[in-house]
């Protein structure tokens, strides 16, 4: 578990340093409620981007991002609407985005920009 943790983290520090060389500004990382956490929460030209990062080694057991469903989507939306309110973003456009990191010989990013509509 602790090698996940790890990778996690390597994961989450890449998909950071992405997002500031395309010219994103990072408001929080691993956000936390009750109701659950977002991995990183952006800003770019007046829009709030909420990242969900996916970390893998390989593609062996499925793509990074086949592992958001359902259940974790709505965990998302819910814990990105109290940020909201609570941070006062009212107003502001809103996009949900996944970041694939994989850690193999070469490294490789992916960023899914838009994957929810709401």
Do not use: W
């Not at 086949?66 to 259940?71: F, G």
């Amino acid at each position: 578990m602790r090698n996940n943790r790890n990778k996690g983290i390597i994961g989450e520090n890449l998909a950071v340093e992405h997002l500031v060389n395309k010219g994103y500004g990072i408001l929080e990382r691993n956000y936390r409620t009750k109701i659950g956490e977002i991995d990183i929460i952006a800003i770019k030209n007046n829009t709030l981007i909420f990242v969900e990062v996916k970390t893998r080694t390989s593609a062996n057991f499925g793509f990074p991002y086949e592992a958001v469903n359902k259940r974790k989507f709505h965990k998302i939306l819910k814990t990105s609407l109290v940020y909201i309110k609570q941070k006062g973003y009212k107003g502001y456009q809103v996009r949900y985005d996944i970041i694939e990191v994989f850690l193999s010989n070469k490294r490789k990013i992916n960023h899914i920009e838009n994957v929810f509509c709401l």
